[in-house]
């Protein structure tokens, strides 16, 4: 099993910066990948940013430059994977969830909404 907590979401001006967080627990040691996915309304959810258990990392084209994905482990059998999100633009807007690929099972975490400001 695995417990995921998100942080870090919030109102924020363009052009601003947000750091998400997503704290992994449980079964972490059969994580494969952790990828953050955003929903905007009225819109499907999409990939953002995604980062492999070997540290490779892909983002979509409407992010990459300005957002970036890091992870650290902890001796305590939890994973937390950031979002650093800079120069935000009000497209960004959207509900952001994590998501953990294992060889057990995959799963989301609550999601965290993010809004930009113009």
């Known amino acids: 099993q695995m417990q995921l907590v998100e942080s870090g979401g919030g109102l924020v001006q363009a052009g601003g910066s947000l750091r998400l967080s997503c704290a992994a627990s449980?079964?972490?040691?059969?994580?494969?990948?952790i990828g953050w996915f955003r929903q905007a309304p009225g819109k499907q959810r999409e990939l953002v940013a995604q980062?492999?258990?070997?540290?490779?990392?892909?983002?979509?084209d409407s992010v990459k430059g300005r957002f970036t994905i890091s992870t650290i482990s902890r001796s305590n059998a939890k994973n937390i994977v950031y979002l650093q999100m800079n120069s935000l633009k009000p497209e960004d807007t959207a509900v952001y969830y994590c998501?953990?690929?294992?060889?057990?099972?995959?799963?989301w975490g609550q999601g965290t909404q993010v809004t930009v400001s113009s």
């Open positions: 998501r953990v690929y294992s060889s057990i099972s995959n799963y």
């Open positions: 449980g079964s972490t040691w059969s994580i494969n990948a």
């Open positions: 980062i492999t258990s070997g540290g490779s990392t892909n983002y979509a």
